[in-house]
């Protein structure tokens, strides 16, 4: 696995490639602190591409001032030797500098979707998101980029991007990758203690909840997410930020499920926030 630290570098990797006939080209932007979610990404990359690359940066444009950018899981041997077991023909873990060149001015908002879920609790997050994809997307210039449910608002806002101005790039959404327990795995997992780690159950729960409600013909809104409250309710130290049935291409609340809704809940467990979902059938 080569590692690279250069947008020049990568755009050279990649329009090398691009000379020899049958060549796909796979994205996988991560942060770091890669865990199985991250190598399931690697791993649906390889099947459907011929070349992967992995970005590892810790975007600071997509955290707000009072956020855990400083102590953000940092990992770069171990990520080092994830990816590279799992197959990434490339990691470009560029520097702060190289993304955000001294001077530079630009940034990619998407409007209206950027500021729903978690757009809408953390000012400006979608927008620094946006940017930083953006930018990988034009360095690598892939036929694919790879992304987790687990960030199924992240996805909405990344799709309308990729659409409106017509990149060229299919974003694939790999299924969620969670502990046997049904925590879903997060790099911010790592900030829990024993206790907080029991209590972070609870987003599992009010998913598993209602998909049940959904899986015996439940289909208010309503209902569905009262019942999402009152599992919340059996832990009450943590923190609701939003409990939300929407629908996914929009992000905008809906009165019914129907197939393809996005149900998608975020709380705080202590001080880490943590998020969940599922795409209801």
Avoid at 25 to 39: K, N
Avoid at 60 to 66: A, L, R, V
Avoid at 95 to 111: D, K
Avoid at 181 to 190: I, Q, V
Wanted: contains cysteine.
């Amino acid at each position: 696995m080569e590692i690279i630290r250069t947008v020049a570098e990568l755009r050279s990797w990649s329009r090398a490639l691009r000379c020899a006939e049958g060549t796909r080209i796979g994205l996988v932007p991560t942060m770091g602190a890669l865990h199985e979610g991250h190598a399931s990404l690697i791993r649906a990359a390889r099947l459907s591409c011929s070349h992967v690359a992995l970005s590892l940066f810790v975007n600071p444009t997509q955290f707000g001032p009072n956020e855990d950018y400083a102590r953000y899981p940092r990992a770069f041997e171990a990520d080092c030797a994830l990816a590279e077991r799992e197959g990434a023909d490339v990691l470009f873990a560029p520097g702060v500098e190289e993304m955000y060149p001294a001077g530079a001015q630009t940034s990619v908002e998407v409007a209206e979707l950027g500021n729903r879920l978690d757009g809408e609790s953390r000012p400006g997050h979608f927008r620094g998101v946006a940017t930083v994809v953006a930018k990988l997307l034009i360095a690598a210039e892939p036929d694919r980029a790879f992304f987790g449910q687990k960030d199924a608002a992240q996805v909405a806002v990344l799709r309308r991007m990729v659409t409106d101005l017509r990149l060229g790039v299919e974003i694939v959404v790999c299924p969620i990758v969670r502990d046997a327990d049904g925590l879903a795995l997060s790099s911010r997992n790592a900030y829990l203690s024993a206790e907080e780690r029991a209590q972070a159950l609870v987003l599992s729960r009010a998913v598993r909840c209602v998909e049940g409600l959904v899986a015996q013909g439940e289909r208010r809104a309503q209902m569905l997410l009262a019942s999402a409250h009152g599992v919340f309710a059996t832990e009450p130290e943590v923190r609701i930020d939003y409990i939300a049935l929407v629908d996914w291409a929009t992000l905008e609340p809906v009165a019914t499920a129907v197939p393809g809704t996005l149900f998608a809940v975020a709380a705080w467990v202590g001080s880490t926030r943590l998020i969940d979902n599922t795409i209801l059938d």
